[in-house]
């Protein structure tokens, strides 16, 4: 896998699980909260934000993370090898968002743009609340489209994603392993 698209509901975890993933796979992330907020909170215009991600998408290798449904997930799922979307339950958000605001209080984290300083208002807690039934549904049926074109990954809890990581650990290690001894073997031709 050269290319990994991470989606799900905010506070699920999809940047800390792109890191991971980019740890292992020695790969880049590109964690698109970083791209589209400006300081302040303020978005990237429409236009703009669609040539940034077309630009990042065209990448040779990268574990993506970010939403961002409505203009560039397609022109983001062409360019993916494979696709993970992490389908927690609306608590578990709750609870990470509220952990993240007081881990990062008055700062910003680094998964977003300088001069985004953690906060939680009505408007976000309401898109929390409605992912489930709107985003949802939606990207559920894309991925379903996609059922024997891409690899797609749903991993419903933190178990599913610990054993995602040992098995891409595992697999990792023998293509390394494996790659080594072909080349021990080929050189000795």
């Not at 292992?24 to 703009?48: A, G, H, M, S």
């Not at 574990?63 to 090898?81: C, E, H, I, P």
Request: glycine share 4%; proline share 4%; aromatic share 12%.
């Amino acid at each position: 896998m050269k290319r990994i698209l991470i989606l799900g509901p905010s506070g699920s975890g999809k940047s800390t699980l792109a890191e991971r993933i980019g740890q292992v796979l020695k790969i880049p992330v590109i964690t698109l909260d970083r791209y589209f907020w400006n300081p302040n909170w303020v978005e990237t215009p429409q236009d703009e934000w669609k040539e940034k991600v077309k630009k990042l998408a065209m990448e040779e290798k990268w574990v993506m993370d970010g939403n961002y449904t409505s203009y560039t997930l397609a022109m983001r799922v062409k360019r993916a090898d494979a696709i993970i979307f992490i389908d927690f339950p609306r608590r578990i958000s709750y609870l990470r968002v509220f952990l993240r605001r007081l881990r990062h209080r008055g700062e910003t984290r680094p998964s977003v743009a300088d001069g985004c300083p953690e906060k939680i208002d009505r408007e976000f807690l309401e898109y929390i609340w409605s992912w489930r039934k709107r985003r949802r549904p939606q990207i559920l049926r894309y991925l379903k489209r996609l059922d024997g074109i891409k690899d797609v990954f749903i991993l419903r809890n933190q178990k599913q994603i610990e054993r995602f990581m040992q098995l891409l650990a595992i697999r990792t290690s023998w293509i390394s392993k494996k790659s080594a001894l072909y080349s021990e073997f080929v050189m000795h031709e």
